[in-house]
């Protein structure tokens, strides 16, 4: 056998017994992975010692700990500079309880009550917020999506304006399985997805209805959710985007406000 054949022989039978090794660490990996582990971490997770994992706590570094004793034990290597975790800079912003919602129209005027009609915060790293005479504008779901052929923005203009939209999606909110996937909540039907379309439109701010189907939880979450200190990333499309005012209001809240305006 010549000394090329004899190579290809080789490089061949190498190549094989890669692959093997691969698969057989990708199978062992595979059943590695069981409901009672994934049981087991996530209870541990979840106590109470861990006091809820949020950044910037003694929570967190007990969470962080507990992750890198997890990794080491299963064999993964630090990739980071000798660190199994990447640090992000993150903004933690607190809304004040005085803030106030006024809505005006011809000769009504409406002021919202915080956490009882309506709650928020800013993305924007500032001491106080004020968007005075910000027109108001009803934007549907707030979704531009080419895959579903659906842009709520294609004929208005929201630059510098306060968007109202609904939470979840056209799918849920008509029953049609042909829109998007029907009761089947899209990414577009997130908060997180409208504050960010909202901020790439250049909306000023974004109110969300709430309605308790549609978003899959009661306006009790909201509340305690947005209630107290949030994080944000520092360097993020929302923060440098000209987005002051993030936003929930209650369906009944909405109601109310679109009936005094004369709308349905």
């Given amino acids: 056998m010549s000394k090329l054949k004899l190579l290809s022989v080789i490089i061949v039978f190498a190549s094989l017994i890669s692959c093997n090794v ?16 994934m049981k087991s971490v996530i209870s541990v997770l979840a106590s109470d010692d ?3 994992r949020a950044p910037s706590t003694p929570g967190e570094e007990k969470t962080i700990k507990y992750l890198a004793e997890q990794f080491k034990e299963v064999g993964l290597q630090p990739a980071n500079n000798g660190s199994y975790f990447q640090e992000v800079s993150l903004v933690k ?45 009803f934007a ?6 080419p895959e579903y052929n659906w842009n709520d923005f294609k004929d208005i203009y929201v630059k510098g304006k306060t968007i109202v939209v609904l939470v979840n999606d056209p799918g849920y909110g008509t029953g049609d399985t042909s829109l998007f996937k029907g009761k089947e909540m899209t990414i577009y039907g997130r908060w997180t997805y409208k504050y960010e379309e909202a901020a790439r439109q250049g909306a000023s701010g974004v109110i969300i209805i709430h309605e308790t189907g549609a978003a899959a939880y009661p306006w009790g979450v909201v509340q305690n959710s947005w209630s107290g ?4 990333l520092k ?28 709308l349905d």
């Fill in 140 to 145: 549907g779901y707030g979704i531009n999506s």
């Fill in 235 to 262: 360097d993020d499309e929302v923060s440098k985007s000209n987005l002051q005012f993030q936003s929930w209001i209650t369906n009944e809240a909405a109601r109310k406000l679109f009936k005094d305006a004369g």
């Fill in 229 to 232: 200190p949030r994080f944000y």
């Fill in 50 to 52: 861990f006091q809820g």
């Fill in 93 to 137: 912003l607190t809304p004040v309880k005085l803030m106030t919602l006024n809505v005006k129209g011809g000769k009504w005027n409406f002021d919202l009550v915080f956490s009882t009609d309506f709650i928020g915060g800013t993305p924007q790293v500032k001491d106080s917020i004020s968007m005075e005479n910000s027109d108001m504008i």
């Fill in 22 to 37: 691969q698969d057989t660490n990708l199978q062992n990996a595979i059943n590695s992975i069981t409901p009672e582990g």
